[in-house]
């Protein structure tokens, strides 16, 4: 049974960096696009961007020029990073499996999901 | 972007009802469409997907249809364990995109 497993700092001052990591354990990363997307509190859900085994990426154009994910398949892992967050940025943020296609491009798996919050 | 709106944003239904959500996509994604459902302090659990097919392990009173830009998620019968916020999302385009939740209440 594939899970996922998340962690990162979930207290940031205004201005800094976002980091968080997100291990798969019990499958393979290959065959599936591997996201992040995030929920502020009380809010729906927004999408960050994705990334598959090789590496390619895809980023939601509202927060490209500040968001990189990047993946280690030596750890299972994918990780992103978000440059100069700001106090409207606090959030749950979750890693989740993508299907292909074929499948619905649905997400089916999502990790536990981590509070981070841009505060001063 | 697509944009994707639900109806309602709330309800409170009883046990045994028949409750529908409405999704409803800015332009045609043909059956791109899924839904999820949320419980407080939970990440989303994928419900349906390509608009009508069950995701395993989810109880079959659960059903989706539609096609294009008109989708519609039914509970068939709701029990207590169905209080939650339901969400829609396209998965036809980049970027992604979500519905802004419904939130169901058991009366």
């Known amino acids: 049974q594939v899970q996922l497993q998340q962690w990162g700092a979930g207290l940031l001052k205004p201005s800094e960096t976002l980091s968080l990591t997100c291990a798969v354990y019990g499958g393979s990363l290959s065959g599936y696009y591997w996201s992040w997307i995030r929920q502020p509190p009380g809010k729906g859900l927004e999408w960050i961007g994705e990334?598959?085994?090789?590496?390619?990426?895809n980023y939601n154009p509202s927060l490209k020029s500040r968001v990189t994910i990047s993946v280690d398949t030596s750890k299972n892992q994918v990780s992103l990073k978000l440059i100069s967050v700001t106090a409207a940025e606090t959030a749950v943020y979750y890693c989740?499996?993508?299907?292909?296609?074929?499948?619905?491009?649905?997400?089916?798996?999502w990790g536990q999901g981590t509070l981070v919050t841009s505060s001063s | 972007d697509i944009q994707m709106t639900q109806s309602p944003s709330s309800l409170s239904a009883s046990v045994g009802d028949r409750v529908t959500i409405t999704c409803r996509a800015s332009?045609?994604?043909?059956?791109?469409l899924n839904w999820y459902q949320q419980r407080p302090g939970k990440a989303p659990r994928l419900l349906i997907y390509?608009?009508?097919s069950l995701q395993s392990g989810v109880p079959s009173r659960f059903s989706g249809s539609g096609s294009g830009t008109h989708f519609t998620l039914t509970i068939s019968s709701l029990q207590p364990e169905d209080s939650a916020t339901y969400s829609c999302q396209q998965s036809d385009s980049s970027p992604r995109t979500f519905g802004q939740g419904t939130k169901l209440e058991i009366k």
């Open positions: 990334i598959n085994q090789r590496g390619s990426t």
């Open positions: 989740a499996r993508g299907r292909g296609r074929q499948s619905g491009a649905a997400f089916d798996i």
């Open positions: 332009q045609s994604i043909t059956t791109f």
């Open positions: 390509a608009a009508s």
